[in-house]
């Protein structure tokens, strides 16, 4: 994903960071991002979300997912999923025309057993809203604790720290909108 560097390293120099202003912004270590800025190293989907929320911007942005325009249609084999090294979860983009208008459409798969790791607080008024598809999803959003079986959804802010797990023996799968038009 050599896009990806050269993305956050713009982006950083845009905002007149040094890589130690954006390792204290993310929590990502200087080391980490220097790693990701040369394209020697892939982030975790959870890290790529730290970077992205400290850097003000869309994940989708960053790795390249910008605006189409007009009618769009994505098949399945055009997606261009990002796999997280450590968990195995893929995160494929839906709709890059939404993303011009605050709206991210996202589709997670989450092998079984495993685990996000705690996602970032986004901005103030951004929210998210999950739909199971596929499987069992334990939900941790702040200090609450919610469990989400096939067809069940949830909305709630996302201005706080988050994660999900797959439960149970098979995959997870769902979808993510995050909705960052108000913020």
Partial sequence: ???????????????????????????????MLSAIERNEKSP????????????????SELVGEG??????????????PLV???SGMTRSLLSKHL?????????????PNRASGAFPAHRSGVVEHITVV???????????????????????PADIVHGFRSVGRGECAFLLLIDSSRS
């Fill in 44 to 59: 975790t989907i959870r890290v790529l979300c730290q970077i992205a929320e400290s850097l003000g911007v869309r994940v």
């Fill in 99 to 111: 993303v011009s208008h605050g709206l991210e459409v996202i589709w997670y798969t989450v092998p």
């Fill in 84 to 86: 997280d090294p450590a």
């Fill in 134 to 156: 596929e499987g069992v999803l334990a939900l941790e959003i702040g200090t609450e604790r919610v469990t989400l079986q096939s067809g069940d959804s949830i909305t709630y």
């Fill in 67 to 80: 605006p189409a325009v007009g009618t769009e249609i994505l098949r399945r084999g055009e997606r261009h």
């Fill in 1 to 31: 994903m050599p896009a990806l560097g050269n993305a956050v390293r713009a982006r950083r120099i845009a905002l007149g960071w040094s890589l130690g202003d954006l390792a204290a912004r993310s929590h990502v270590s200087r080391a």
